[in-house]
């Protein structure tokens, strides 16, 4: 806002000093003279305000996209580390699903065993997909994120759950209708981060 504020007495000062006498409009040069000293200032306080009102942008677009298109944990554009989601419910085991069988789906790259799989999941992707973007389960309910070993998993109330490693998925274990109630409470925090 600074910024806003000294143009306007910037502006104002060169037209009193437009007005004046040599001797008064000498004040604003000479403050002009000092204006490129401040201009770095300046120059960084816009950067600064500019990005929190870019940022602003961001996050009111974020419910829209995030209500048809949740954040999804990816590694190099491919979905919960190339893990198929159906098959923790068709197998009830992970199974690395295969760059031959994929589908596009929030931003992400979704790999499957079988093309019976994918189309499963590209008829409705919000069954199958894990809950919070596939993120760490127990990281979300302690209010931030974090990657996951496909190994580490867990249905509940048919929903899939992920986990960063297997002790983590212990700490998850030992109150997961709590961890879930906290997470579901985090992520639409979470999300935006």
């Known amino acids: 806002m600074r910024p806003i504020f000294v143009l ?3 502006l104002a000062g060169l037209t009193i000093a437009s007005c004046s006498d040599k001797t008064t409009s000498s004040e604003p040069a000479d403050s002009t003279a000092t204006a490129p000293v401040e ?10 305000e500019t990005a929190p009102d870019a940022a602003a ?3 009111a677009a974020a419910p829209t996209e995030s209500a048809t298109l949740p954040a999804v944990y990816v590694e190099d554009t ?4 190339g893990a198929d989601p159906v098959a923790y419910f068709t197998e009830g085991a992970y199974v690395p699903g295969s760059a031959d069988f994929t589908h596009e789906w929030s931003g992400a790259t979704w790999q499957f065993a ?3 799989n994918r189309d499963a999941f590209a008829s409705d992707p919000v069954q199958y997909a894990p809950q919070y973007g596939g993120y760490c389960a127990w990281a979300v309910s302690q209010g931030y994120t974090a990657a996951v070993d496909p190994e580490a998993w867990s249905i ?3 929903k899939l759950y992920l986990n ?3 002790n983590i998925q212990t700490r998850w274990e030992k109150d997961i209708p709590g961890h879930i109630a906290q997470a579901n409470a985090n ?7």
Not at 78 to 81: S, T
């Open 156 to 158: 509940v109330d048919d």
């Open 8 to 10: 306007p007495f910037l």
């Open 39 to 48: 201009a770095p200032a300046t120059a960084e306080t816009p950067t600064a």
């Open 78 to 81: 491919v979905a919960i580390a």
């Open 187 to 193: 992520w639409p925090e979470v999300a935006l981060q």
């Open 57 to 59: 942008e961001t996050v």
């Open 164 to 166: 960063y490693d297997k």
């Open 114 to 116: 079988s093309a019976e």
